[in-house]
DNA sequence: CCCTGTGAAGTGTTTCACAGCA
DNA sequence: TGCTGTGAAACACTTCACAGGG
C-alpha cells in the first residue's frame, strides 16, 4: 500500500477513520457497477463480498458516514454512490499534472480510469526540451521550466510524479511551490514535503518485495530446506554475540 | 497502498508483523545507498530519517528480526542489508510473468527497479495474437493460450496483471491454475482467489480519491464554503429519517 | 423476521520511556 | 555516555454479537 502521513493527531471529532477512507473508493466501484445494472438496493453482505471485504467491517465504515441504510432491507445504491462520492470529493474537478512523461507517465496519461470520477489530466510536464510540444494521450507535453505557471494557471492540486527517482524531490519541492498540497509519487524515493502537504506512494519494487517475503515463507514451509546458496554473505564488523531468531550466516536458506 | 489477505490467523511465534515486513524495503532502500557511499554503520535515528519514519518503530522492527545493532554505536550497514535481504527473500532469484502488454505493461517491463534485487523478467504475455513475438523491453511477447506452459516452463510463481479490468479475473484463475501464488495486480478489479494465493493491488483512482478526500478537507478548513454545485444528487427512495453528520442533501459543498 | 447500526471485546500497531550494554 | 532493545501504555482497527427498527 501508499503511504503519506500530515493528518491530524485523529482528536476523532467528525473524522472518519484513515483505514475507512482507504475502502470507500472500493465501495464506490462496486456500487457504481450495481448503478450500471439499475440494481436498486444491495445488502451489506452483497455489497462487502463485491468489494473483497466482510460485511461487518463494510457497516462499520458505513456507520462513520451515517446511517444511509434501511434495516430488513440494505443501501439505497444510488443514494449511497452520492454520498460516498461527496465525502470522498468526488463531485468536482481535480485537475491533474503528471510531472516526468517517460514510459510509466505516459501510461498514466492514457490510463482511462483516470478521468472517471472527477479526476482530469490538465497537464503533463518534463524535462526533455525534445518532448516540448508532442502530444501524449491528446495533451501537448510542457517542459519542466513552466512549472509554476502551469500549476498555477491550471489550479492544479494534485500532481503526479513519476520521474527517475534523482529528480523526484526536485520537482515534489517545486510542485509544493507552486500550490501542489497533494503528491501521488510513483518515483522510489522517500519525498519529504512540509506540514500539509500529502504524499501517497506506489511503488512496484516494494510491493513486488512483500509478495516475495510470503512466497519464500510459503515454499519454507513445505520444503524445510532447499539449498541454493546464492553468493557468500558479508561478514560482520564485530563477530560479537548476536540472537538472531534462525542460523545468522547460513549456507543455505533460513528453514 | 495495496492489500491481500490470506496469511496465518498470527499465532505470533517467529511471526514478523505485516505494517514492519510492508517497512523492510524502505529500510533496505536507504541501507543499499549508504552501501554505494561506503557507509559502514548508521544509527537507528539516522536511517529511519533516510526512510522516512521514526526511530522508535525503526527499533521496534528491527527487534523483530533480531538483535542486529550494536548499543551505543549503531548498526552495521552491510550486514543489515544483507539480513533483511535474506529475510524478504532477495537472496534468490523471482521469475516473474507480467500479463496484458499495454501502455502499462509495457512501462513495467522497461521499469529497470524491478531487476534491482532478485527480480526477473521472465515473460510477456499478451492475448493480442499481433503482439506475439514483438520485443518488448528486449523480450519477445508471447500468446494467452501458451500461458500454463509459459509458467510452469519458467517456475513462475509471482504473475503482475495489467490486463484491462475484464480480463482480470480470467487471467488470474489461469496464472493460480498454473502454479501462480502470489499476485500483484494493477487491474481496478477485486480478484478472488483460493487460498495461499497472496494478492496485493496497485489502484491509481485509488490513491487519487484518497488524496481528494484529504485535499477535500483542506479546502474546507480554510474557506467553510465555496459554492459550486456540480449536478443535482439524486434523490432517496425512501426520504425517510435519515442522520448523516451533516446536510444530507445539500445544494453546495459541506461546510 | 431480516438486515442495519453499534457498543464491547479482541487484535494489531505505534509510541513512550527507560533499562542495559558497548 | 550514547544508542539499542523492549516492556508497557496508548492508539487504531477489526470482529463479535446483538439490540432494535422496518
Not at 4 to 14: E, I, K, L, M, V
Amino acid at each position: 500500500m501508499a503511504t503519506g502521513r500530515t493528518h491530524r493527531p485523529a482528536t476523532r471529532s467528525r473524522g472518519i477513520p484513515e483505514a475507512t477512507v482507504a475502502r470507500l473508493p472500493l465501495y464506490l466501484r462496486a456500487l457504481t457497477a450495481l448503478s450500471e445494472r439499475s440494481v436498486p438496493t444491495v445488502s451489506s453482505e452483497e455489497l462487502a463480498t463485491a468489494a473483497g471485504v466482510n460485511s461487518a467491517k463494510l457497516r462499520k465504515d458505513f456507520s462513520y458516514l451515517g446511517s444511509y441504510g434501511t434495516r430488513g432491507v440494505g443501501y439505497d445504491v444510488e443514494y449511497l454512490v452520492y454520498q460516498i462520492s461527496r465525502e470522498l470529493g468526488l463531485t468536482q474537478d481535480w485537475p491533474v499534472a503528471i510531472v516526468g512523461i517517460g514510459n510509466l507517465g505516459a501510461a498514466l496519461a492514457n490510463y482511462g480510469g483516470f478521468a472517471s470520477r472527477g479526476f482530469r489530466v490538465a497537464a503533463l510536464i518534463d524535462a526533455d526540451p525534445a518532448m516540448a510540444g508532442t502530444p501524449v494521450a491528446g495533451i501537448a507535453v510542457q517542459h519542466t521550466d513552466d512549472l509554476d505557471r502551469i500549476i498555477s494557471d491550471n489550479g492544479v492540486s494534485i500532481g503526479v510524479i513519476t520521474t527517475p527517482p534523482g529528480a523526484a524531490q526536485q520537482v515534489c519541492d517545486r510542485l509544493v511551490a507552486a500550490g501542489v498540497t497533494s503528491i501521488l509519487n510513483f518515483a522510489p524515493t522517500v519525498l519529504s514535503v512540509p506540514e500539509g502537504v500529502d504524499v501517497r506512494k506506489v511503488d512496484l519494487s516494494i510491493e513486488l518485495q512483500i509478495l516475495a517475503f510470503h512466497e519464500q515463507r510459503k515454499a519454507g514451509e513445505d520444503a524445510p530446506a532447499e539449498g541454493e546458496d546464492p553468493e557468500a554473505p558479508p561478514m560482520r564488523a564485530t563477530p560479537a554475540s548476536r540472537k538472531g531468531p534462525d542460523g545468522d550466516m547460513p549456507a543455505v536458506m533460513p528453514a
